[in-house]
């Protein structure tokens, strides 16, 4: 087994670092080899995702990915942005299938910003597509307007589009994963608007019809972000597009106290996987060991189950997270009175001592 460590930028190489410290506590065996992408690589080497990262994520069976991105290079060309290394890793491996997971652990329902009843207890699971939309579409660009209500302006346009077999692949990994769990799917379009998102719902339909023992719902996404901070207990597994599950994905992580907890692993056709925290690079709290390393030990858990083949040792991951959370142990994000407060190192070092106690 061969794992990539992809740290990153900002909080990206602290969390890192104590999943990777986790992972080391487990006792399996397996390779890393770490390399720089995101501002990092930029700095190095002039390039977000160099060819030599791009060949270690494509000859690894699972890639553990920390954040990229900083002000500071905002005003690069968008090429070389540190954001594009995460896009082109997703395009480049195929990785379609985005699993991001929204779970309020009973020890933090009372850090949601929604009353305790809403969330207490909520489990789902948000599946975006990630490798379509209007992410990809081409054609995309600035130009002159040649007609609209400004002909002559200056304008910019993105494509959406999503084709016929890239909505069926997902399709099928909504039901799936579905049928694990409640048997429920929503899908979440905007096809009383656009074209792409009447593709999406026809090709929902017809694939749900494979599967007649999952209930299949449609909601258009304005309606699916109200549901989620009026009623988030009704839904179990949405699939929907790349944009869309951006959107609602960070929605859905806040209802459960702190995206900081949120892990997410996005997988392509062959089960090779890449595995990262569903918050971003956060620059405002870089260096200072305070960033929440749980969102990225939860992915490493997740790695292990998907790519890796070690269900127990994801088990034994999650039930330390769970033991840690148990003792009032949290870091700023998750403090609330009555709990003590720890910075990075303390909250990975807590979580290989549960290992080594379960
Ligand atoms: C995410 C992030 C990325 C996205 C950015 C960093 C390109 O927001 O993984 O949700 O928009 O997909
Ligand atoms: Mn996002």
């Not at 399996?28 to 791009?54: M, N, Q, W």
């Not at 390393?293 to 994801?314: D, G, K, V, Y």
Request: glycine share 8%; hydrophobic share 45%; with cysteine.
């Amino acid at each position: 087994m061969k794992i990539a460590i992809l740290p990153g930028d900002g909080i990206g190489t602290e969390i890192v670092a104590e999943a990777v410290k986790v992972l080391h506590a487990l006792d399996l065996k397996f390779e890393t080899e770490t390399a720089l992408v995101g501002g990092a690589a930029y700095d190095a080497h002039g390039h977000p995702l160099p060819d030599a990262t791009l060949k270690l994520a494509k000859e690894s069976d699972a890639i553990l990915f920390g954040a990229v991105g900083d002000w500071k290079y905002d005003t690069l060309d968008r090429p070389l942005r540190p954001e594009q290394a995460i896009l082109g890793l997703r395009k480049n491996l195929g990785l379609f299938a985005n699993f991001r997971p929204a779970i309020c652990y009973p020890q933090l329902v009372d850090a949601s910003s929604l009353k305790r009843e809403l969330v207490s207890g909520l489990d789902i699971l948000i599946i975006r597509e990630l490798t379509g939309d209007i992410y990809f579409g081409q054609p995309r660009g600035r130009r002159v307007s040649p007609d609209g209500h400004f002909p002559g302006a200056e304008e910019a346009f993105d494509t959406m589009r999503y084709s016929r077999p890239e909505i069926q692949r997902i399709a099928h990994v909504a039901f799936q994963a579905a049928r694990k769990r409640s048997s429920r799917v929503t899908s979440v379009d905007k096809a009383n608007v656009l074209e792409t998102f009447q593709l999406w719902k026809d090709v929902l339909t017809e694939i749900g019809k494979e599967y007649p023992d999952v209930a299949l719902d449609h909601m258009y996404v304005d309606n699916a972000a109200m549901q989620l901070v009026k009623a988030p207990k009704k839904f179990d597994v949405v699939v929907t597009g790349n944009m869309f599950g951006d959107i609602l994905s960070d929605a859905a992580a806040m209802l459960t106290g702190s995206i900081g907890m949120l892990p997410s692993a996005s997988l392509n056709t062959k089960n090779q996987g890449l595995y990262e925290p569903s918050h971003g690079s956060a620059p405002d709290i870089a260096g200072k060991g305070v960033a929440n390393p749980l969102a990225t030990i939860l992915s490493a858990a997740m790695m292990l189950r998907f790519s890796l083949n070690q269900p127990e040792a994801a088990v034994r991951i999650e039930k330390a997270v769970d033991a840690v959370l148990t003792q009032g142990l949290r870091t700023p994000d998750i403090f609330s009175e009555g709990t003590t407060k720890v910075g990075t190192v303390q909250m990975g070092d807590a979580v290989v001592k549960a290992l080594s106690q379960s």
